[in-house]
């Protein structure tokens, strides 16, 4: 059944009055899409909607929602907020502008100095972000004075003044090999490099070590001069950029670090939230990031022995691990905390099928950032705009979806994704019919497509991407599948874990953007994407504008293609014949997980019984090979029931007691690692029990996950025509 409009006839007159710099037409239209029975229709619509998304609008966005500084909850931040609530509502959304109360550090103070064991002074920072002004164009965003100083969002306040010691990406195992070479951090400042894990997490770990204190720098080897050239002339990382970041303990709960599972609003009654600090995601140690030109004498000064080589990064000296009192680093941080003011934007487009129009259809991207973020995160607030103009403009032509369409922009996702939290926490009953979240954050630092999902939604993603074309020529789909073959893979980490997939490689979800509580805890079935390219100055002042046009996207035509994917996928969503989830590689995902864990646990000489979840696995496989003929044979016509089956099948996936640990996480097949914070841990209750040498734990998490598949299989087993 099609309910979008009386007719479509206003489709091809739509499009042939449209320009854009690249066409849609280049490419040849699909004529069979997953999730439709007859997809003529659906063609012609999505032609009209690709020929309305404008890469020179999407680049006056860009600039007007980049001018100032607007870290969440400041003044500059509700202007970005009114500025998108107007252009939703200009393109016929329904629209309001949502506030929540959460708890967030201001900085008031930010020293931190080094000294070696004879008393010299050694550095005295933070140094001001700033290049050159005479080369290369020098930066002309880099003075203003609403910039904050670099701080860590969480980070508790402390003046405390130790030895310090070097401990590489700050990771489980690096916090491990330090204990094995008699290295302790007991009291110590630790010192470590971002990557291998979540800032946060680095923190967490050397929080339990009983570190007193924690500095975390951007090493060249990662981001910085090694790479290629630092910005102004190029793309990377110069000396005294410092890479900001909230160091929330996100591994055990995302948002507003005093509302647990309930959402913050204004009103809410005070003796509800959780005010002990050891009640909450939150470090009690003082932790904040440094420059590569701070760290460099701290690092130089060291002595003790010899880091691991592994460990080495690019400054140009031999980096030691001290702890022997041949440098001091003094920290007096002072964090304003308090109850702040954010703002999420959410706009609506009513269902029209009487049967589905109570399903909806989420997409989002956050608004905020640490300094100016053009590429973290408005590069996918100026695509998701332009997916908007284009929604509007069907909208104007009488199109109206079959199921409700929610597009929201998300506040202060840099402090703990706390505005696509709040609003989840708020919403729990109507997102137990939500039938996707579609997310983009970083949208575009270059021209190289990639894509992490849920199993079920990979052939939709891959579907969407052989409509867009790219502007390097063929569709976004012939030019990721080129990527990958090239480079071996090597742009996407999260794409290299075991799969039984063998199409073009998306990732699966970890965490670190909105859609956490979308997925991981509310259980709906989630896709994130973005165009990926050399990108040293993440979460730095020099992520503006002018680094944006010299470096990303010039021509803004990846922001006129990353509005296409986007739109595409809502209105694919919206408007298909059924739900086009894939059950069958969904299973066949599942199966090459379990067949891992229980060789890892073999490896490790643990005693554990894998019966019960191998036999829920070949259950859940066979339902979705019956839910895929089911799929297969289906004929025009509504199939609402079919879609409240498909959807209760992911939902069915979430546990209620949640991960040990961290019951907030409830999904049994993919969560955020405890230990690693951005990458995912397929079955996590058995992968981290196995970690943790845990059987009895293992053995539990094993029967639970047999359950929860189970449950999952039973309802796609009933599933009929």
């Known amino acids: 059944m099609i309910a979008r409009t009386p007719g479509h006839s206003f489709v091809l007159s739509l499009a042939a009055l449209l320009v854009a710099p690249f066409a849609a037409a280049q490419t040849p239209a699909p004529t069979h899409i997953f999730g439709y029975t007859d997809f003529s229709a659906q063609s012609k619509l999505d032609s009209a909607f690709m020929a309305v998304p404008d890469a020179a609008l999407a680049g006056q966005h860009l600039k007007i929602l980049t001018a100032e500084p607007h870290w969440a909850s400041s003044p500059e931040d509700k202007k970005t907020a009114d500025y998108v609530a107007q252009k939703f509502r200009e393109a016929g959304l329904q629209t309001e502008i949502v506030p929540y109360s959460v708890y967030l550090n201001k900085p008031v103070k930010i020293e931190i100095e080094a000294f070696n064991a004879a008393g010299k002074k050694l550095m005295s920072g933070p140094t001001p972000e700033h290049v050159d002004p005479t080369a290369y164009g020098g930066d002309p965003f880099q003075n203003d004075p609403r910039i904050l100083p670099a701080f860590n969002g969480s980070s508790a306040s402390g003046d405390v003044t130790a030895d310090v010691v070097y401990a590489n990406f700050g990771t489980l195992d690096d916090f491990k090999k330090l204990a094995q070479l008699g290295i302790s951090v007991k009291g110590k400042i630790v010192i470590v490099r971002y990557g291998g894990n979540f800032r946060g997490v680095k923190v967490m770990i050397a929080q339990q070590y009983g570190a007193a204190g924690v500095l975390i720098y951007s090493d060249p080897a990662d981001d910085g001069y090694a790479k290629g050239d630092m910005y102004p002339r190029g793309p990377y990382r110069p000396e005294t950029a410092v890479q900001r970041g909230s160091v929330q303990f996100l591994p055990i709960y995302s948002g507003d670090p005093t509302t647990p599972g309930i959402a913050s609003t204004p009103d809410l009654d005070p003796a509800k939230r959780t005010m002990d600090p050891a009640k909450m995601n939150q470090p009690s140690i003082p932790a904040n990031p440094l420059s590569y030109k701070d760290a460099s004498p701290i690092l130089q000064a060291l002595d003790g022995p010899d880091s691991p080589r592994e460990w080495q990064g690019a400054l140009p000296f031999t980096y030691h691990l001290g702890g022997t009192g041949a440098v001091k680093v003094h920290m007096h941080l002072e964090q304003d905390y308090k109850l702040r003011t954010i703002w999420d934007v959410v706009g609506m487009i009513d269902g029209t099928d009487p049967a589905e129009k109570d399903n909806w259809v989420v997409a989002g991207n956050h608004r905020d950032a640490w300094v100016y973020g053009a590429v973290d995160p408005n590069s996918g607030t100026a695509a998701m705009l332009e997916t908007v103009h284009g929604l509007g403009a069907l909208l104007k032509q009488g199109w109206k979806p079959k199921r409700r369409i929610v597009i929201c922009s998300w506040d202060a996702e840099e402090e703990g994704l706390m505005g696509s939290t709040e609003w989840v926490e708020a919403h729990m009953d109507q997102l137990s019919h939500a039938v996707a979240y579609f997310n983009t954050d970083v949208g575009v630092s270059g021209p190289n497509f990639g894509a992490s999902a849920v199993p079920s939604l990979k052939v939709f993603v891959r579907d969407i991407t052989q409509e867009v074309p790219s502007p390097r020529g063929g569709t976004v789909y012939d030019q990721w599948k080129k990527d990958q073959q090239e480079n071996a893979g090597r742009r996407n980490a999260a794409a290299r874990e075991r799969s039984a997939d063998t199409d073009v490689r998306i990732g699966t979800l970890g965490s670190g953007s909105d859609f956490t509580p979308f997925f991981q805890h509310a259980g709906v079935p989630s896709t994130d994407f973005g165009s990926d390219g050399p990108y040293g100055v993440y979460h730095s002042v020099f992520d503006n504008y002018n680094w944006f046009i010299k470096n990303a996207d010039p021509t803004f035509v990846y922001e006129q293609q990353q509005a296409r994917v986007f739109g595409l996928e809502i209105l694919h969503m919206a408007d298909a014949d059924f739900l086009p989830y894939d059950y069958k590689l969904y299973s066949t995902e599942v199966a090459s997980y379990l067949d891992a864990a229980e060789k890892r646990a073999t490896d490790a000489h643990m005693n554990l019984d894998f019966s019960a979840a191998n036999a829920a696995s070949k ?93 999952s299989a039973v309802i796609l087993e009933a599933v009929t025509k």
Request: net charge negative; no cysteine; charged share 15%.
């Open 619 to 711: 259950r859940f496989a066979a339902a979705g090979a019956h839910v895929a003929s089911v799929q297969a044979s289906l004929t025009p016509g509504s199939h609402a029931a079919l879609d409240a089956a498909l959807r209760k099948a992911e939902n069915a996936l979430l546990t209620e007691a949640g991960l040990p640990h961290r019951p907030w996480y409830r999904h049994v097949i993919y969560d955020p690692g405890e230990f690693t914070g951005y990458s995912a841990v397929v079955i996590p209750g058995v992968n981290e029990g196995i970690d943790a040498a845990d059987t009895a734990r293992t053995q539990a998490q094993i029967a639970i996950l047999a359950d929860a598949l189970n449950r």
